[in-house]
C-alpha cells in the first residue's frame, strides 16, 4: 500500500526567507512523487515531479524538490519565498509495485498550508 | 487552467434534487478522473476513465454515477444527496492510461453544497 504524510498542517515563513514544507512516504515498490499547489477557490496545479535520475528536481515558479530514498522523503523548497506564494500545497506519491487499476492510484497528502508573512 | 475547464464553478442543491457535473478536457488526454476534497482530507479519488472505459471505483455511493461519453468529457450525475457530501468536486485528466509517471491535470473544480 502507498501513503505519503506532510507533518506540518501550516507553515509561515518571512517573505525572502527560503521555505521547506515537508513530505514524507511509503511504498512498496519505486515511488512517483508529485508536488501540486492550489490557491483560494482554484483546482490543483501541477509544480513538479520525480521519476527516476537525479535527485534534486526543478519545477515551476522556482520550486525545487529534493528525494532522499533513504528517509523516505521529498520535501520542497524555494530559496526566497514570495507572499504570491501563500497557498496549500500538496505532495503526492504513486507506487510502482501497483499493475493494472491500482497504477492509477495517485495517493495525496492532508496538504500543508504556506504562509508567507510579507 | 484553461486545459481542464469545470461547469458549474458553484451548485447549490437540495437533498432530492437531481443535477450533473461537467468536465471537459482540451489537452488531448486519454484518462480523466473525478476527485473529492473536503476539508481537513486527503483528496479522495472517486472514478477513472480510461479511453472512456471506466477502470476504478472506490467504493463510492450508488447517488454518484459518472459518464464519460468520449475522451473529452466527463460527467457527475447526482440524486438523493446528503449533506456530508459537501465538498469541492475535482475532475483531472492525464495523457496516458495506466502510466506510473503521468502527470494529473485538475480543472478548478466545483463547489458542492447540499442542503
Known amino acids: 500500500a502507498q501513503s505519503v504524510a506532510q507533518p506540518e498542517d501550516q507553515v509561515n515563513v518571512a517573505e525572502g526567507n527560503p521555505l521547506t514544507v515537508k513530505c514524507t512516504y511509503s511504498v512498496s515498490g519505486n515511488p512517483y512523487l508529485f508536488w501540486y499547489v492550489q490557491y483560494p477557490n482554484r483546482g490543483l496545479q501541477f509544480l513538479l515531479k520525480y521519476i527516476t535520475g537525479d535527485n534534486l528536481v526543478k519545477g515551476s515558479y522556482g520550486f525545487e524538490a529534493e528525494f532522499n530514498k533513504s528517509q523516505t522523503s521529498f520535501h520542497l523548497k524555494k530559496p526566497s519565498a514570495l507572499v504570491s506564494d501563500s497557498a496549500l500545497y500538496f505532495c503526492?506519491?504513486?507506487?510502482?509495485?501497483?499493475?493494472?487499476?491500482?497504477?492509477?492510484?495517485?495517493?495525496f497528502g492532508k496538504g500543508t498550508k504556506l504562509s508567507v508573512i510579507p | 487552467e484553461t486545459g481542464v475547464t469545470q461547469t458549474p464553478r458553484h451548485l447549490v442543491m437540495g437533498m432530492t434534487n437531481k443535477k450533473s457535473l461537467k468536465c471537459e478536457q482540451h489537452?488531448?488526454?486519454?484518462?480523466m478522473y473525478w476527485y473529492k476534497q473536503s476539508a481537513k482530507k486527503p483528496l479522495e479519488l472517486m472514478f477513472v476513465?480510461?479511453?472512456?472505459?471506466?477502470?476504478e471505483n472506490n467504493s463510492v455511493p450508488s447517488r454518484f454515477s459518472p459518464e464519460c461519453p468520449n475522451s473529452s468529457h466527463l460527467f457527475l450525475h447526482l440524486h438523493t444527496l446528503q449533506p456530508e457530501d459537501s465538498a469541492l468536486y475535482l475532475c483531472a485528466s492525464s495523457p496516458l492510461a495506466g502510466s506510473y509517471t503521468d502527470t494529473q491535470y485538475f480543472g478548478p473544480g466545483t463547489r458542492l453544497t447540499v442542503l
Open positions: 503526492a506519491v504513486r507506487d510502482g509495485e501497483n499493475s493494472g487499476a491500482g497504477s492509477y492510484q495517485l495517493t
Open positions: 489537452l488531448g488526454h486519454n484518462a
Open positions: 476513465y480510461s479511453l472512456e472505459e471506466r477502470v
